[in-house]
């Protein structure tokens, strides 16, 4: 079963003039086998989060969820009545009134489940629901619109030669976990379907190839998505993810693993071609469970444009490198993404950041058992955190979002 963790991060210190307290909203990101949850102020500062299991039932994981927020409001000196409400970010079908379906993660079948009326219940704060991946892309987008990150030379100087950050207006966040998804930011706004949303790991590629679950052939997630690596390379060690074990088997000189990791990072490469090609945007970040397995992942992925690259001048003239990052490391956004569907108004573009970067260092400062706190190696205390107060919210009504995708 997975170990509770608790993670507090520094921001800023307060101003020394006036100003109105920031908002704070909470945030779960539901996972395959956890709730993540954060604390998450109006200008994307993460005060604290906490990681603890799902539980058997919907209901008990959003009574797990709610008492969470609470301990952590506790910790950070706020009651649950002080935040602006709570977001929630859920691999599934979400309706316009926060009822949710297919979200295996929390037992939730066909049948309408009503988990924004239900947590609002417990809580006695506005909930919004989303789906997961949609909450991602938010995620990505709001933390790089309040926050200037430190940008490496290899990345976006061929692309982008003036320090703005409207080039993040445009952006794809592309999990590659189970399934294969994409959330999209377009002209700053997050971008939602009326059908489905994102769902282009169905977008077939090879009619004679694999059936996919969805009863096509050849669909991309196929090829790129956490069951194709176990498809590709089924000789992972037990607990193992399966493109880690791939990747593993790889690096260790394996010719049949060289050339399934070959196929994986192809897969990933039509999708981000197709992605730019459809959409134009600016930038395609990768995340999902595959993140973990860095910087190889990233020169693989490379690799493969560079190959498709070698045979279209025009492939070559879009300089899909340049335009392809990993999601932030250490830097929760899922639950960031949740939070923010109360904190932002979605009908308005974003705002961007004074310097354009897609690669900040890790953020986070880790609890340990003695209470005390580690960042990069070095103790640091938790007082610095902002501990701010904002408006109660006396009603339980909850405020759900737009029909999300579905992440298989």
Not at 48 to 64: H, R, Y
Request: proline share 7%.
């Amino acid at each position: 079963m997975p170990q509770t963790s608790l993670t507090t991060f520094p921001t800023a210190p307060p101003a020394v003039t006036a100003t109105a307290p920031p908002a704070v909203a909470a945030g779960i990101d539901v996972g395959g086998t956890t709730l993540h949850v954060a604390l998450v102020t109006d200008s994307a500062d993460v005060l604290i989060t906490k990681t603890v299991p799902t539980e058997p039932t919907p209901q008990t994981s959003l009574e797990t969820a709610a008492a969470v927020i609470a301990d952590l409001c506790a910790n950070q000196g706020l009651n649950i009545t002080d935040l602006t409400g709570i977001g929630v970010g859920i691999p599934g079908l979400v309706a316009p009134d926060g009822t949710v379906r297919h979200a295996v993660n929390l037992g939730i079948g066909s049948e309408p489940y009503p988990l924004a009326s239900t947590l609002a219940a417990l809580t006695n704060l506005p909930v919004q629901v989303n789906n997961d991946v949609n909450v991602g892309a938010l995620g990505l987008a709001f933390f790089y619109s309040h926050h200037t990150l430190e940008m490496t030379p290899e990345h976006y100087v061929s692309h982008i030669n003036e320090p703005s950050g409207e080039k993040l207006a445009d952006l794809a966040y592309v999990a590659i976990g189970t399934g294969l998804g994409v959330g999209m930011i377009l002209n700053g706004r997050l971008r939602q379907g009326v059908i489905v949303d994102g769902e282009i790991g169905h977008i077939p590629i090879d009619p004679a190839g694999p059936q996919c679950g969805c009863g096509q052939r050849g669909c991309i997630e196929m090829y790129a998505s956490g069951s194709a690596a176990a498809r590709l390379w089924p000789h992972g060690k037990e607990g193992e993810h399966a493109a880690a074990a791939l990747f593993r088997a790889a690096s260790a000189g394996d010719p049949a693993a060289i050339a399934a990791r070959n196929t994986f990072c192809d897969g990933i490469a039509t999708a981000i071609r197709v992605i730019v090609l459809t959409m134009g945007v600016h930038c395609v970040v990768l995340g999902g469970g595959v993140r973990d397995i860095g910087e190889v992942l990233m020169d693989e992925v490379k690799r493969a444009l560079e190959r498709d690259a070698e045979t279209s001048r025009f492939i070559e003239s879009l300089d899909l490198i340049s335009r392809v990052d990993l999601v932030p490391q250490g830097v929760p956004t899922g639950a960031i993404g949740a939070a923010a569907l109360l904190l932002v108004d979605l009908t308005q573009p974003l705002p961007t950041p004074s310097a354009m970067a897609i690669r900040p260092a890790s953020v986070g400062v880790t609890a340990m058992e003695d209470g005390s706190s580690v960042q990069d190696g070095t103790a640091v205390e938790n007082s610095n955190a902002v501990r701010p107060t904002v408006t109660a919210h006396p009603t339980a009504t909850a405020h759900p979002t737009q029909k999300g995708r579905c992440d298989e």
